[in-house]
Each structure stands twice: as structure tokens, then as C-alpha cells.
């Protein structure tokens, strides 16, 4: 049966290890939420610890053995799922009192639910026959959130056999894509994340998992994080060609957001939700004739009308006003609270050190760094042990990391292989050539900061699970990089689930920070900031791209518009405040252009 969580948000990925087991904690409580299984050893170690967690006996599927990758992935969801089970069993089976599970699971659901209004009716009533039957009623809608399963589509190297030959079908995000597919999980939905593959697309046709068994039914949906309409649009038409239907497209902020940052051409959030709002039905009948024909010409039974298509929004939601206004004006069907829920030990899994530096934080401490070795810029906290290993290491005429996972190894500039950029064996080849260029010395140390800022994330992303449950994952790289949103800095105690829940539905309020500016207007203040280094990174820029520039700074006082228009400000309470925060954006704008393009354009 197909089943929706009773909330109105979700936990989106975070990092590798962040969101590792977070169905394990969550789900019981009615609460989607999304893992990485791109690094296969550490879900290993995860496996082991949880089958001795679940007293269950545990077999270690090497990296000897035919098709590990994708094992690994496979049982380690299937045990999710059995944890979840015996889980939610224990939940329903526990009583009706104070402190409970099973009364903690009503009390967190948002008060506009029916289920909670029927839980609000059991309370106050003192008839011990229609208590009762309310109890049944109640137990018969408790169910588990979704565990939810992210791939990064950029994250695909090749796989090679014992000869050296490519595997077919063997690459990163293949074998994950294989592994989720083949596991046990059902109500689950599979996340796509950072633009199209075409390898990947083309390969989920090999599995029938992820077709319709009713209208609007499927055991594992497809989900797309996008970042426009556009992209939403070329992605869902290319799969529904292939008779694969997108059932949600996650809007992400391009910049407003953790992880890896993908910015728009000055597309602020605002126009881009109202313009799936405006389209959302032109976006599914587009779908659906393409995606009809291509069942049925594969011999599946056709369906009378579109399957349903959720729009969700994430990317520094920090109050229960903005997520209000999301879902009431925006219309989207639900919201993703992800840098948050760092600070919530019973929500993700971070070690102790970094929860401290989390609390700690300030906007000074959060940055867009060139961190990542896939050369996209990275939303990144200062302060890190692994930042401070590898300055370390620079000192020591060391720099670079032991490349051990190699899961985002790219770089053939020195090798026949490729190689990381984070590697020691990579950056010390790079500094080599970079002194015999003769550069400027301006230019060389520009050059040299890039090569040295590039950090080992796949160790980094990974350790803090392995250090929170202190289990062996790699001997002597223990260092933890973690990569919060710029939301963050407005959020500095650790909070309970509970607590949460009671800010993301407006029934608390968990923020410390009173000045907090609205989430559009923090997003507005980053792309203007990006488009300013973008300028002065180029020292000579050419006519595209100062006709990149215009086009960008021209979206931002589009988007500066529609704010001031067509948004409802009677949703915020400080509607003075955001106004001003608005003129001041659109003054700052208007001065780059005068003063930085028209000189540049007439130059």
C-alpha cells in the first residue's frame, strides 16, 4: 500500500556520514529522509555496526568478492528497512502515556494534520468507549517516514576488473543505482542530484523497480533536485521517454545551501517557484505524453491520466514563517530542512568536536571554498580537523591527502590514470609545474592557494560516523570536514527532535539569532557576493562573459521585483525590514552595473 508521511518536510542528505542511519532514528517518527550510499566502505563498517546493534550475526562482504559495491548497498537498505520495521512494531505496541514513543510520534505532527486533530479528540475525551476507538484508529494511520536514497550523478568514475578492463555497467553511481534497485525497500524514492547523466538514466530502464503498480503507486519513486524549471523540464521529458516517471522534483537554492553549490544565472528562488507554480500542470501533461506512449510500447497497462508530481523546496529555510509562506503561496507540497537538523543528535549522525564547532559558528566561519576536488565550489565550515590537517601538512612541505577512496578521482593531466585533486600525488606534480612556468608572483601564489585548497572529502564527509560509534574505518585518518549551509550561523544549541519539530511547525521558536534576514533576502545577499568575485576573478573578460554578467545581474533585479510584488509581505512579520533589505540589494546591484560592466562593455 502506498503510504505519505504525515509531515510536511524532510530531512534532505548531508555530507556522507550526517545522514547515514538517519531513517534509523527518524522514520518511526513518520519523518523522511535521505542517505549517500556513494562510499561503499563506510556503509560497510555502518553494516557491521548495526547487524551487532540488531543482534543479528554478520558476514563482511569484501572487496575480493564479485559486484561488493553494489552488496554492500543492497543489505545495508535491507537492514535499514528491518531496523525500521521492528521499529515501528515496538512504537505501535508501546501505550498511550505521557513520554511514550507512540504519543511522542502525534505530538511531533504538524496541528493542521488530521491525525493530529484525531489525536487532540482522543486527549480530551473522557468517554472510555470512543477513547478507545480512537486509539484503533489512530494505530491503523501511525506509519514510517521513507528512506530515501541520494546519488550525486558526478560522482561516476569507471570501475576495472582483476585485468584491468572497464566494467560494464560498474561505474560509482551505476553500482549505487544497482544496489538500491535490488534492495527490499518499498514507499522509498530515489534522489538524483546534480545534473543529468545519461549513463545513469539509461540504465534504470534494466529495472522494473521503479514502475507504476497503480495510478500514482510505485514501491520506488524517482526524485530530481533541480535548481530551475528548465532543468525539471529536460530531465523529467528525458526519462519519461523512457517510460520512467519523475514522481517530485526537489527545487534546491543554488547557493543558500550545504554541500556542493551549483548557482543559477542569477535566478533567486522566488521567480523560480513561482514559475513551477505556474506551470506545474503544462510540466506534468508534458511528461505524461511521452512517458504514456513509452509504457505501453514496451507492453505495460497505460494510465488514464498523469501520475501525481510533487514540487518540494530546500536551501536555508530556518523558521516557521518561511516555511509557511513556501507551502501557502508558493504552493509546494513540502519543504527540506537539512543544516538544522546538524545541531540534532537524534536526527544525524555528528561527533562531538564538530557538533561544538557547529554551535560555535559565525557568518565569518562558513564560506564558499574550492574545497572540492570536482572543481565545483563548496559550502564549507572553518575550523574543521581536517582543515587543520591539511594546513598541517602544507607546513610540513607535505600537502595533499593519501588517496584511499578514490571516489572523485577526475584529473589526467600528469597520468594515464585519472588521479584527485586533493591527492598528495597530484598536488605535488602541480606545484612542480607551476614553479618552472615562471608565473607572476601574484598569479603563481593564486594558482598555488587553488591546488593547496582542495581537501580529501570522501574521508572527511565520512569520519564522523565512524568517530561517533567509534568503529575502525581507516587507521590514522580520523580527520571530519563537514559542509553546512550559511543558514547555520543562526542556529547555536543542540536541540532534541522534539524541539525541531516544535520550530519547524511555529510551536517554538529554536532560533538564537534575532536578526536573522529572510531566507530570500540571505539568498539575494550570496549571489550578489558570487557575482561580484566572479567579476573581479576575471581580470579580462571577454564579451560573453560580460554578456553572462549583465544577463545575471539583470535576474537578480528581476527577482528583487517580484519579491517587492508579487510576494505576499503581509506573511512576514518584519515586512519594514525586508522591503529595506530589498532596496539596498536593488542599490548595490544598480552600482555594479554602472560602475563595473558599462566601464568594462564601453572598455
Known sequence: MQTTSPHTFHIPVMGIAYTIDTPIKVACFGINSAISVIEDNILEVMRKYYYQQNNEPYVAITTKEEDYRARRITDYLNLMQRIVTSKMEKLKASTFEAGSDLVKYFEMLPDTSLLKEKYHEWRFTSNAEKKGMLEKFLLKLVVPGSVEVNIMTKVDKENLDKNKDIIENGSDALTALKGYAKSELTNSSLIFSAGMNPRLYNYMESFSDFDAYGWGCFHKKVVIKVSDYRSALIQGKYLAKKG????????????????????????????????????????????????????????????????????????????????????????????????????????????????????????????????????????????????????????????????????????????????????????????????????????????????????????????????????????????????????????????????????????????????????????????????????????????????????????????????????????????????????????????????????????
Open 244 to 603: 520512467i516517471w519523475v514522481s517530485e522534483f526537489r527545487i534546491e537554492s543554488g547557493l543558500n545551501c550545504g554541500g556542493h553549490v551549483f548557482a543559477t544565472q542569477g535566478l533567486l528562488m522566488g521567480p523560480i517557484l513561482q514559475e513551477f507554480k505556474d506551470n506545474k500542470q503544462e510540466l506534468q501533461d508534458s511528461l505524461f505524453e511521452l512517458y504514456n506512449p513509452a509504457i505501453i510500447a514496451k507492453g505495460k497497462p497505460s494510465f488514464p491520466q498523469p501520475h501525481p508530481i510533487k514540487i518540494t523546496v530546500q536551501g536555508g529555510i530556518g523558521t516557521a514563517e518561511e516555511d509557511s509562506l513556501l507551502r501557502e503561496f508558493y504552493e509546494v507540497d513540502g519543504t527540506g530542512w537539512g543544516t538544522p537538523f546538524l545541531l540534532c543528535p537524534e536526527a544525524t549522525t555528528v561527533d562531538e568536536n564538530t557538533l561544538e564547532l557547529l554551535c560555535q559558528s559565525k557568518e565569518k566561519d562558513v564560506v564558499r571554498s574550492k574545497a572540492s576536488p570536482l572543481g565545483v565550489q563548496f559550502n564549507y565550515l572553518k575550523g574543521t580537523t581536517a582543515e587543520k590537517e591539511r594546513f598541517d601538512r602544507i607546513a610540513k612541505d607535505k600537502p595533499g591527502s593519501p588517496c584511499t577512496e578514490k571516489l572523485l578521482i577526475s584529473n589526467t593531466e600528469f597520468t594515464k590514470e585519472p588521479i584527485c585533486t586533493a591527492s598528495s600525488k597530484y598536488q605535488k606534480l602541480k606545484l612542480q609545474q607551476l614553479e618552472s612556468l615562471n608565473l607572476p608572483k601574484e598569479e603563481l601564489e593564486q594558482q598555488r592557494e587553488d591546488v593547496l585548497s582542495k581537501e580529501c572529502l570522501c574521508i572527511g564527509l565520512s569520519n564522523a560516523a565512524a568517530i561517533s560509534y567509534d568503529v575502525p574505518f581507516l587507521k590514522k585518518l580520523t580527520a571530519v570536514t563537514i559542509c553546512p549551509g550559511p543558514n547555520i550561523v543562526n542556529f547555536s544549541r543542540i536541540a532534541s527532535l522534539r524541539e525541531m519539530t516544535d520550530h519547524i511547525y511555529g510551536r517554538k521558536n529554536s532560533l538564537q539569532k534575532a536578526n536573522r534576514p529572510v531566507m530570500f533576502v540571505a539568498e539575494l545577499r550570496l549571489y550578489i557576493d558570487f557575482l561580484k568575485k566572479e567579476i573581479k576573478q576575471i581580470k579580462q573578460p571577454t564579451s560573453r562573459d560580460l554578456k553572462n554578467w549583465e544577463g545575471f545581474s539583470n535576474n537578480l533585479l528581476d527577482g528583487i521585483e517580484h519579491y517587492r510584488h508579487s510576494m505576499p509581505n503581509y506573511f512576514l512579520l518584519n515586512t519594514l525590514q525586508f522591503e529595506k533589505d530589498l532596496a539596498n540589494a536593488q542599490i548595490e546591484i544598480e552600482y555594479l552595473q554602472k560602475t563595473q560592466l558599462q566601464p568594462l562593455v564601453m572598455g
